[in-house]
């Protein structure tokens, strides 16, 4: 006997299933099944996975859906062909998309429409209506069954008595069918807690709303035959016989109204590329990039991916047409194709990197391009792209959101009916770089007896929810654009985002089903740039872009490799400030090492320091072969890039362009799926017979292996570099309109606004404090034309104010500035929030004398009067000004920053008597020296490359200080390393040449040295 599951749910269908749909196709095959049909509630978001899974195991996969309707009728739709497919995502999309995220709106008219192709399964309620079952036969014609579900409870009998009578009156024939909402019955717990987080109370009150057992699990065949009659078990396999529908079936098609009347698609790219390359080099096209550009468009005309290639080109000059400065990246961006067309500004010249990492036929897939945009101002780019294709046709991938540690234990422990405050206490004591094995130590620690059976059960339970789907959310920026209406291809949905629609497939399962995705993402950096080039513009009385920052500059590169930089693109954290004394960039292609060479990729297959000896002349570089000293001469002999390793799978080891990009893709996700194991021979005998050494097989191996934890590609680290360098020469050369622009272009970057002043500061740029008398919303240069302005911070950093009555302020001041409190209040339209928070601030200082006069006086308006009124300032009280270190608790309270003195400057008496050192001390400190450091914790880091070490930075009136804290000390001072605003750090200088940390061997919390000054630290994995 065998069964075909025509109802069941995945954990798709969001607090309902309990298993994913991978595991749910396996069962079923491990079962015997026939088919298995994934019927998640209005939605095929898990489809594409069971998809990939039953074609691994041979599985014959049913694609459906689930739908409650307005009027509560309950069916299954199953999609047959094509057509009916096509249908069911139409059907999914109109219900989605008249109603709010979240949730659907279906009604019978919209089903009845729709109703051609599809096959249904009717799921009664309780007490079925028999005008239900003559509607659907009515309208589905043959194609409409009633589903038999029994779970083995006290009237099974005569609820199929019932039914089939039902069946019989209404023309309908029964089938069987489980209403599956887990692969295996020992997930009815986890079960029961998505019942309860899905009605928002604990299981205990959830009475009826549960399911009284486990029945609803895929069973045996065996327990199916006891419970059902055989007729019903047969026609299901009837049915799956029906449904020859396969998602490999879907062919997507390019949107192609870019082509002009009269050319072909092909012709419309070389015309366009022809015209590229002639603006790039008005001299002359190089031979190598000309022969470069026609073997491209030659792969590209093969393979049809012209329309990709011009909807890319497309919205890049739309972008630039408004002044919107973006950069596109990844191999295909960064072909000679695309820099011709303008979407990248790598030239081809400088660097050997693989088209067919994107582009490959024996792979035919479509390529992936990256687009970075100015991210305040790519959502003009996003609604061209909805103007120009239409929503009918253009969407957003989705995010799928799942399950982490704290949002499962508070999910989780709410639903055993824990309490919010022993939540609260539990979450305290997690920390992003907890795994779950360490969960019952947090539980010890958060006051919770890990072997009592509730906490036993919450540790359990949430195991099994982390990754669990919490809901769908947008993609950063992948859009999906079609020929034909886009739902019949995929469901569309609205986003929380007004004006956004997102399908229900993300960025894995497009690139599984093979369909084209434009990512248009945002960039912070990218926003800084541009309105630093225009202040550098202003002050250079001309233009100036960013294609015209002088190339190869020294005195940059001085700057670079003496790791000063602070709020520079990419080299700016922790780790690559490290790394730069020892690499010292000079030149560009050094910077696209420096980019992908501190990454976890490299560091894991230990390609490091073997790169670094080889590069200072302490290690000789190893010569093998031609074609390999060819690939890796620019490396000293050491694979730094995906590329480097493709090109090895191919010269060295006999892969084709297309095995060594599915490689690539296996080193991105070997540890979970193992796919790498099946090219481990290949590589080993294509290099060894080849002539290479056992130990150079080994050896790249082991960096392959070094690669899944996050190998660097170098396409983006050569488009990377390229925004190392601009943001480096406009640091060096305007360090004020750099970290203006930064400022204004927060949130971005490793570095709070606070870190930014003092950086501007020791650069010489003079800093000036908010006041209302000179601020605007953004922070600006004064003057704007000068060679060296001075920086005035902007109004933007005042907490509680908002931006139209900053924006009031600077429109409505006078020429000779306010004259009052009362005339800013007036003019300006404040209101008391707004009063109160300026005067917080001490933005008021210039019209009351100091903050706390302010607030007095802010406090004495009458805003209740006619606002033409005069008002009379002159009964304000004198007050007394605040203390220093009132003034400075204050500014970080109001601003995050204070231009006053530095809070440590005011305790550096105190911890001078405790031989706590200064950052610029330490740094001038000698290795394997004791010494003691304190200092405000900016930033935590805990690389998941560096074996358990978190990286602290301390900072105080003369820098910054490194900390390097080892795991068991962590352990040991958890709480201390966790909870400290104020740190004091006992340990060891250790340096290597100018990069200096402090080892640390004891931490001791200081906070209360603060008083009421809050420090936040900006964490990073």
Not at 390 to 395: G, K, M, S
Not at 978 to 997: F, K, N, P, T
């Amino acid at each position: 006997m065998s069964y075909a599951e025509l109802h069941c749910l995945s954990n798709f269908s969001f607090q309902r299933g309990a298993s994913h749909p991978e595991e749910l196709v396996r069962r079923a095959h491990e079962l015997g099944y026939r088919a298995l049909a994934i019927t998640d509630e209005c939605s095929l978001a898990g489809i594409v996975r069971a998809h990939v899974v039953a074609k691994e195991v041979g599985m014959a996969l049913i694609v459906g859906a689930e739908f409650t309707l307005v009027d509560g009728l309950k069916v299954a739709l199953l999609a047959p062909d094509r057509d009916a497919y096509g249908d069911l995502s139409q059907i999914i999309t109109i219900a989605r998309r008249q109603a709010d995220k979240g949730s659907y709106r279906l009604t019978r008219e919209t089903l009845s429409a729709y109703a051609s192709h599809l096959l249904l399964l009717w799921l009664p309620a309780a007490e079925p209506a028999l005008a239900d079952g003559h509607w659907l036969a009515q309208h589905f014609n043959d194609r409409a069954w009633l589903a038999v579900e029994l779970h083995l409870g006290p009237d099974d009998r005569a609820r199929l008595r019932q039914l089939k009578a039902i069946a019989a009156t209404c023309g309908l024939r029964c089938v069987a069918a489980g209403d599956v909402h887990m692969h295996d019955r020992l997930r009815q717990p986890l079960q029961d807690v998505m019942t309860a987080i899905r009605l928002g109370k604990p299981v205990s009150h959830c009475g009826m709303a549960l399911f009284p057992n486990a029945e609803r699990h895929l069973r045996t065949c065996e327990a199916l035959s006891r419970c059902y009659p055989a007729a019903l078990l047969n026609e299901t396999l009837r049915i799956a016989e029906r449904c020859q529908f396969s998602l490999d079936s879907l062919r997507y098609e390019y949107a192609d109204e870019l082509i002009p009347p009269g050319r072909t698609a092909a012709q419309h790219l070389a015309i366009l590329t022809e015209a590229g390359l002639l603006r790039r080099y008005p001299d002359g096209v190089p031979t190598m990039v000309h022969e470069l550009v026609e073997k491209e468009l030659a792969l590209i005309a093969e393979l049809h991916y012209e329309p990709f290639f011009l909807t890319v080109e497309d919205i890049v000059r739309f972008a630039r047409s408004r002044h919107i400065l973006c950069q596109g990246r990844g191999s295909a961006a960064n072909s000679a194709v695309c820099y011709a067309l303008g979407i990248t500004e790598v030239d081809p010249q400088l660097g050997t990197l693989l088209f067919e990492r994107f582009v490959s036929k024996e792979r035919d897939e479509p390529p992936d391009i990256d687009v970075d945009f100015e991210h305040e101002r790519r959502e003009e780019v996003i609604q061209y792209i909805y103007g120009k294709y239409t929503r009918d046709r253009a969407a957003l991938a989705a995010t799928v959101i799942t399950y982490r540690p704290k949002s499962a234990l508070r999910d989780a422990g709410r639903a055993l009916g824990f309490d919010e405050d022993q939540l609260d206490r539990l979450s305290k004591t997690l920390v992003w770089w907890d795994k779950h094995e360490d969960l019952p130590k947090n539980m010890v620690e958060a006051g919770f007896d890990p072997a009592s059976r509730p906490v036993r059960m919450l540790m359990a339970l949430v195991s099994q929810l982390l990754r669990f789907p919490r809901h769908l959310s947008q993609h950063v920026g992948g859009f999906v654009i079609s020929r034909g209406p886009l739902a019949r291809l995929v469901p569309i949905e609205n986003a929380a985002m007004p004006d956004r629609t997102i399908i229900q497939w993300d960025k894995d399962d497009l690139e599984a089903m093979g369909l084209l995705k434009v990512d248009v993402l945002a960039l912070g950096m990218l926003t800084a740039l541009r309105r630093a080039l225009d202040m550098v513009s202003v002050i250079r009385g001309r233009r100036m872009r960013f294609q015209d920052i002088p190339k190869e500059d020294p005195a940059v590169y001085g700057m670079i490799q003496q790791a000063d930089t602070i709020g520079v693109f990419q080299i700016e954290s922790r780790a690559q400030m490290s790394m730069l004394p020892r690499l010292k960039p000079a030149c560009y292609y050094d910077l696209v090492i420096e980019v992908a060479l501190v990454r976890p990729g490299p560091i894991v297959g230990d390609m490091v320091h073997p790169y670094l000896r080889r590069r200072r002349g302490q290690e000789a570089v190893e010569k093998f072969t031609p074609e390999v000293d060819l690939i890796l001469g620019r490396t000293f002999g050491v694979p730094i890039f995906q590329e480097q390793v493709m090109a090895l799978a191919v010269a060295a080891a006999g892969f084709t362009p297309g095995e060594a990009d599915d490689l690539r893709r296996s080193m991105a996700s070997w540890r979970n799926t193992g796919k790498l194991e099946r090219y481990r021979d290949k590589l080993y005998k294509g290099l060894t017979g080849n002539g290479y050494t056992v130990e150079f097989a080994d050896r790249i191996l082991d960096q392959i292996e070094g690669f899944s934890e996050y190998g660097f590609p170098e396409s983006h680290a050569a488009s990377f570099a390229i925004l190392v360098y601009g943001s480096s020469w406009l640091k060096h050369y305007y360090p004020a309109a750099f970290t203006c622009a930064l400022l204004n272009s927060q949130p971005m970057g490793f570095y709070s606004p606070s870190q930014l002043v003092q950086d501007a500061a020791r650069h010489g740029v003079e800093i000036r404090s908010i006041d209302v008398q000179h601020s605007h919303w953004d922070c600006t240069l004064e003057p704007p034309d000068a060679p060296k302005p001075a920086l005035r911070l902007g109004m933007r950093l005042v907490v509680g104010l908002g931006q139209s009555a900053a924006e009031r302020i600077a429109e409505c001041r006078p020429a000779a500035g306010y004259a009052a409190l009362g005339d800013l209040q007036r003019l300006a339209r404040l209101d008391s929030k707004s009063l109160q928070a300026l005067a917080e601030a001490d933005a008021l200082a210039s019209l009351t004398g100091h903050r706390r006069q302010a607030l007095w006086q802010a406090a004495g308006l009458n805003l209740h009067d006619d606002l033409t009124r005069e008002q009379d300032d002159s009964q304000a009280v004198d007050l007394p000004a605040p203390t220093l270190g009132a003034d400075v608790v204050s500014d970080y309270a109001s601003t995050g920053l204070t231009l006053r003195a530095h809070p440590l400057s005011l305790l550096r008496n105190g911890l001078r008597k405790e031989k706590l050192l200064t950052a610029a001390e330490i740094l001038q400190g000698q290795p394997k020296q004791a010494a003691r450091g304190c200092g405000l914790v900016v930033g935590r880091q805990h690389p998941g490359t560096a074996n358990g070490v978190i990286f602290v930075t301390l900072e105080d009136e003369t820098g910054n200080v490194n900390v390097i804290v080892k795991p068991d000390l962590a352990e040991r001072q958890r709480k201390e390393l966790i909870g400290s605003q104020l740190l004091a750090v006992y340990g060891v200088i250790e340096r290597d040449g100018a990069v200096v940390h402090l080892l640390a061997k004891r931490l001791v919390d200081k906070s209360d040295r603060l008083g009421k000054l809050h420090i936040d630290s900006r964490d990073f994995r």
